[in-house]
């Protein structure tokens, strides 16, 4: 069955420092998002990206975040100027298109530890 | 905007006991119900998902949830837990806002199922 992927599993970074989380989302879906769960917080929608635009952002997205897909492959999310706060762990989705049935499918995450 | 609630923080069982999470969500309008399950060290997989109809929906693994509207609650349900349901189990909520068809997440309930 097919998965969405993350990589790395764990990044370590100093405060200050420009991290890129990446994603491969399923092969044939057109919807992708970005979630972020600080460690016994609920996990909270970042962005959601269509057509190679953000169609959706929370608050906490701001200036210092970015999202792209460079390729038909990854889809990435980065992060300008680390913060202590930005530590958390970074879920991305997918799904295969708008339907208000479709299902988002997550990807195992990428925890990020900022020092 | 929508919110989510879910009351038990940490849940403990024996086997063979009966599961029940609470769930309810805050929204004028229409949703979409989902609860996801977090398996130690692996990816949010969908359990089970609400969009119409019978409001008693099943779900993988003998999981079921059934959707109150008037109480604005979708708990899920077990009759007989496993060891093997020790998990994190987060209620999200799809609310037709336009944008990206964002989830929203509760806090999660963190169920450990003893021998």
């Known amino acids: 069955e097919p998965e969405v992927t993350q990589t790395p599993s764990h990044q370590v970074t100093q405060m200050g420092q420009e991290v890129i989380l990446r994603c491969v989302p399923i092969s044939n879906h057109l919807y992708f998002y970005w979630y972020r769960q600080i460690l016994g917080q609920k996990v909270e929608f970042l962005v959601s990206f269509y057509n190679n635009e953000i169609s959706e952002k929370s608050e906490i997205f701001d200036d210092q975040f970015s999202v792209e897909r460079p390729d038909g492959s990854n889809f990435t999310l980065k992060i300008r100027s680390t913060k202590l706060e930005d530590s958390a762990m970074y879920f991305c989705?997918?799904?295969?298109?708008?339907?208000?049935?479709?299902?988002?499918?997550f990807g195992p995450g990428t925890r990020l530890t900022v020092l | 905007a929508q919110s989510v609630s879910q009351h038990n923080h940490h849940v403990i069982l024996s086997e063979a006991a009966s599961l029940e999470l609470g769930c309810n969500y805050s929204y004028g309008g229409t949703v979409n119900l989902f609860w996801y399950v977090q398996y130690p060290g692996q990816h949010l997989q969908l359990l089970l998902k609400y969009f119409s109809g019978d409001p008693l929906v099943k779900g993988i693994k003998g999981f079921e949830a059934e959707f109150i509207k008037s109480k604005f609650s979708f708990n899920l349900r077990k009759p007989s837990v496993q060891w093997s349901d020790t998990a994190e189990y987060f209620c999200?909520?799809?609310?037709?806002?336009?944008?990206?068809?964002?989830?929203?997440f509760g806090t999660g309930t963190q169920l450990k199922v003893e021998l």
């Open positions: 989705a997918s799904r295969i298109s708008g339907g208000v049935t479709d299902t988002q499918y």
């Open positions: 999200a909520v799809n609310a037709f806002t336009g944008g990206g068809n964002k989830l929203t």
